[in-house]
T-cell receptor, first 113, second 113 residues
Framework: AQSVAQPEDQVNVAEGNPLTVKCTYSVSGNPYLFWYVQYPNRGLQFLLKYITGDNLVKGSYGFEAEFNKSQTSFHLKKPSALVSDSALYFCAVRAPNDYKLSFGAGTTVTVRA | AAGVIQSPRHLIKEKRETATLKCYPIPRHDTVYWYQQGPGQDPQFLISFYEKMQSDKGSIPDRFSAQQFSDYHSELNMSSLELGDSALYFC????????????FGSGTRLTVV
């Protein structure tokens, strides 16, 4: 079975500071990893994914994530957070022989001006 | 660019009634996934279809059924609705098993009263 853990329910940062949202995963085989963002009453918007290749993945809106196989982690990062980054962030994993995504519990990011 | 279209956006039903949610995937996407997101919860996988055949099944109640039609759109049928069915229902689509990513619709918010 595959699973995702997002250890922090909430992350609070000041605008202009670095933002990190943590994610660890458990899956059989090589993981397919995704980050999505959800604004209130909206759908899930894709940020980035890792399937293979370079461990550092760059995505939308200046976000990036680093795949670390030994630590089974895929932390989301942004060097300089914006107030508009305030949202709910979900990490998701898929096993290589599966179709569906399994989501973490989500992390609420609040960026204060 | 075309996105995943879900209808209706909002739906209010009474207990024991029936609801039908529709999902229109991105053109050329042949796989559709349904997720249920309760208040403050992460999305939970319900069911998926690939090329009009069920490809995977998650925590979908027996009161729910779904299918994918020849034009690849999908419908989620929910009968004998319960208060606990109130949630945001997401549809996602992908090309094949999602190696190129998944695109989510904006969701249907179902409220059972």
């Amino acid at each position: 079975a595959q699973s995702v853990a997002q250890p922090e329910d909430q992350v609070n940062v000041a605008e202009g500071n670095p933002l990190t949202v943590k994610c660890t995963y458990s899956v059989s085989g090589n993981p397919y990893l995704f980050w999505y963002v959800q604004y209130p009453n909206r759908g899930l918007q894709f940020l980035l994914k890792y399937i293979t290749g370079d461990n550092l993945v760059k995505g939308s809106y200046g976000f990036e994530a680093e795949f670390n196989k030994s630590q089974t982690s895929f932390h989301l990062k942004k060097p300089s957070a914006l107030v508009s980054d305030s949202a709910l962030y979900f990490c998701a994993v898929r096993a290589p022989n599966d179709y569906k995504l399994s989501f973490g519990a989500g992390t609420t990011v609040t960026v204060r001006a | 660019a075309a996105g995943v279209i879900q209808s209706p956006r909002h739906l209010i039903k009474e207990k024991r009634e029936t609801a039908t949610l529709k999902c229109y995937p991105i053109p050329r996407h042949d796989t559709v996934y349904w997720y249920q997101q309760g208040p403050g919860q992460d999305p939970q996988f319900l069911i998926s279809f690939y090329e009009k055949m069920q490809s995977d099944k998650g925590s979908i109640p027996d009161r729910f059924s779904a299918q994918q039609f020849s034009d690849y759109h999908s419908e989620l049928n929910m009968s004998s609705l319960e208060l606990g069915d109130s949630a945001l229902y997401f549809c996602a689509s992908s090309e094949g098993t999602g190696n190129y990513g998944y695109t989510f619709g904006s969701g249907t918010r179902l409220t059972v009263v």
